[in-house]
């Protein structure tokens, strides 16, 4: 089942500026309080190619997005945190649903492919608290969740 949390919006009033978060920190902080992982792979919005990256976990319209990370299973499991903060937070409704669709699209996978894996991909989490937006998988969700609002809110 995949369970969604809206969080409130945290901006700086009408009209001021959202928090900036550096996705290296948040990335380090939220693998950190993930629990026991397995060798986890890192891409993010700074590599070659990143908006091919990027495809490979949301079809949102890349223009829309300031920043994003993703770390997963380097042996393919169903371990995965990624977030994606987006420009506009108006915007963080159809990051959202870019993230929903890609756990659908790795749920079938598993059943097809590693059956075992299925569940945990099944029981994932997507998060969203301002511009930013994030998938959790395979991890301590309650302390990961708690590390993402801290660092975004």
Not at 61 to 69: M, P
Request: proline residues 3%; aromatic residues 8%.
């Amino acid at each position: 089942m995949l369970l969604t949390a809206a969080l409130p919006v945290a901006l700086a009033g009408c009209g001021g500026t959202a928090k900036t978060v550096p996705m290296a920190d948040l990335s380090k902080a939220m693998t950190a309080a993930a629990g026991s992982l397995p060798a986890m792979s890192h891409a993010t919005n700074a590599d070659d190619k990143a908006a091919d990256l990027f495809a490979y976990f949301s079809s949102l319209d890349y223009g829309k997005v300031e920043a994003w990370f993703i770390d997963y299973a380097s042996d393919g499991s169903a371990h995965e945190i990624a977030v994606i903060a987006v420009k506009d937070a108006a915007d963080a409704p159809a990051a959202q649903k870019s993230l929903q669709d890609h756990v659908a699209k790795r749920v079938s996978f598993y059943k097809s492919y590693a059956p075992d894996q299925t569940a945990i991909m099944e029981q994932a989490t997507v998060v969203v608290s301002g511009r930013y937006v994030a998938l959790l998988a395979g991890v301590d969700q309650a302390a990961v969740k708690d590390v993402f609002v801290r660092e975004v809110g």
